[in-house]
């Protein structure tokens, strides 16, 4: 098979699970090649069956991993784009793993093939919701359930609520909507990857709080799943706070105010 038309063309840069260094991101229409598309599924189905069954810690396990790279760069041949948004492209690649991974689970009598999920990142160019579903509408009502969907949106605002009406939240909170729906009206999971400091000015204070606790009440209202905070590690932005409050979160994620209120009062009593 010819393994050239795994990638986009004319971009160089991070190593991929397929050949060497090099080759920045797939085309996940292999251009236009029916049998190319069919062997990178199978090559990467194969691998997760391998690992899935033959490794003995990941015996246990009934969720499998697979995302784009952490680039902002994404195919843009004829094919790609015909097919409609990146996370078409993505989200239809994903889904013919799925039936894939579940065939070889079930011909191998492994009880995983009926719960498996296949966590994906819909991250950068992929986070956009898809525009053409219909196309592949057979292979969201079969295979959808085996989805985990990781909302991660770096471009919103999240020094407020991703639910405030700003130029980048507002086309975060329609496609977080859509997202959620989608997985809720197939039996998919949705996780949700959120930012509650400033990439761009990291050692300046954020004050994301109340973003935080607001998007929790989101997430737990929407049917999210898991939630990952990243940028709470600075020693900057009451970051340590943020960790308190979100550990308490998690175990309530729609608090009242009084007891929004009595958390703050205790991290600030026992703190200092």
Known sequence: TNSSN???TGKSGIASLFS???KQ???????????????????????????????????????VAFSHSDVQTWCTCSNCTNEGNPSDNMLHFILDVAANLKTKLANAGDARANTFKITTLFYNETNLYPKNIANYQSAVDNYMNHV?????????DYHVSLET????????????????????????????WGYYASAKTSFIPYDS???????????YNAGVDYMFNQMMQYTVNWSRLKQ??????????TPDDATWNGWIASYMQGAF
């Open 165 to 192: 009406e700003t130029t980048w939240n507002t086309i975060a909170k329609s496609n977080f909507d859509k997202w959620t729906a989608l997985a809720n009206s197939k039996g998919a999971d949705v996780l949700w």
């Open 6 to 8: 795994y990638y986009l």
């Open 25 to 63: 991101e797939l085309c996940y229409t292999a251009h236009g090649d029916s049998t190319v598309r069919s062997a990178m599924i199978e090559k990467l189905t194969t691998e997760m069956f391998r690992k899935m069954t033959t490794i003995e810690e990941f015996k246990a396990y009934n969720r």
């Open 209 to 219: 709080i109340d973003a935080l606790r607001a998007n929790y009440a989101l997430a």
């Open 148 to 156: 985990e969907i990781w909302f991660a949106e770096t471009r919103a």
């Open 244 to 253: 308190y409050l979100a550990s308490e979160l998690r175990w309530n994620a």
């Open 20 to 22: 060497g260094a090099g």
